[in-house]
């Protein structure tokens, strides 16, 4: 199987920076597409930043120009640049990756989510 750890998270006022990972290990055959979702109180999980395989990258617009979405397929790890963090950055953020293992189709997998929390 698959196990993802997130880490970065933490507490940062307002207009400071976080980087997040996620680290994936396991029997991995390819990893695909990789994304970090956040989830506030109260709301749905929505899409912060993706990324693609060959490195094409989507970013939710309350977050462009601001997080950096990236990737190292040698570390099968996932980041997620923050800066200029706004209160309403506040969430748990997750992130999910599409991996095929071998012999096997491909398959989403969640991190456990990490807290981030800005202070005005």
């Known amino acids: 199987q698959v196990q993802l750890v997130e880490s970065g998270g933490g507490l940062v006022q307002a207009g400071g920076s976080l980087r997040l990972s996620c680290a994936a290990s396991g029997s991995i055959f390819k990893l695909n597409a990789m994304g970090w979702y956040r989830q506030a109180p109260g709301k749905q999980r929505e899409l912060v930043a993706g990324i693609t395989s060959s490195g094409r990258t989507n970013y939710a617009e309350s977050v462009k120009g601001r997080f950096t979405i990236s990737r190292d397929s040698a570390k099968n790890t996932v980041y997620l640049q923050m800066s200029s963090l706004k209160p309403e950055d506040t969430a748990v953020y997750y992130c999910?990756?599409?991996?095929?293992?071998?012999?096997?189709?491909?398959?989403?997998?969640w991190g456990q989510g990490t807290q981030v929390t800005v202070s005005s």
């Open positions: 999910k990756l599409e991996v095929t293992l071998p012999l096997r189709p491909q398959d989403d997998y």
